[in-house]
């Protein structure tokens, strides 16, 4: 049975990193807090299932929050150090989520030590779902892939 308390540190909660962040942002990070799994360990708690928290669109959606609102306030939380993407996600193979990380970045936030991390960067090279499946010319999005993936190889 999960806990029915979510606690968080009082310097979290002071700190500019998480006062920086709108209410929505807010409501997720919350949300990842309640995902987390703690044991404690001698005199501190630890995170058993760090690494491996789940928060999926779909699950957004279902408690309100636009998939344009819940990716803009995933890059906030990543952004301000709250949270890291420890596995990407596929996109479309169905099982393959991403897999978050609490992270404690956000301790040096808005500091010379802070390290800035962002949303790891798609490379599935542009396939998938086209608006207009019958204009899209798979040869040329391949070429261009290729170009691509050329240029940044030499």
Known sequence: MAPKTVTVERAWLKS???????GTQKTVL???MMKRQL???NKHWEITNNGDIEYCYSEAEKKGIPRSTFMKCIDALIANGFID????????????KNLYWI??????????????????????CKRGFAAHPGR?????????????VTQKET
């Open 39 to 41: 044991k404690k360990y």
């Open 136 to 148: 899209r010319k798979k040869n040329i999005s391949t070429q261009k892939c290729n170009r691509t």
């Open 16 to 22: 500019p990193a998480f006062r920086q962040l709108s």
């Open 85 to 96: 993407i420890a596995h990407s996600g596929s996109g479309g193979k169905k099982g393959d």
């Open 30 to 32: 919350f949300d990842f």
């Open 103 to 124: 992270s404690n970045r956000w301790e040096k936030w808005g500091s010379d030590s802070f390290v800035r991390k962002t949303r790891p960067k798609d490379g599935r």
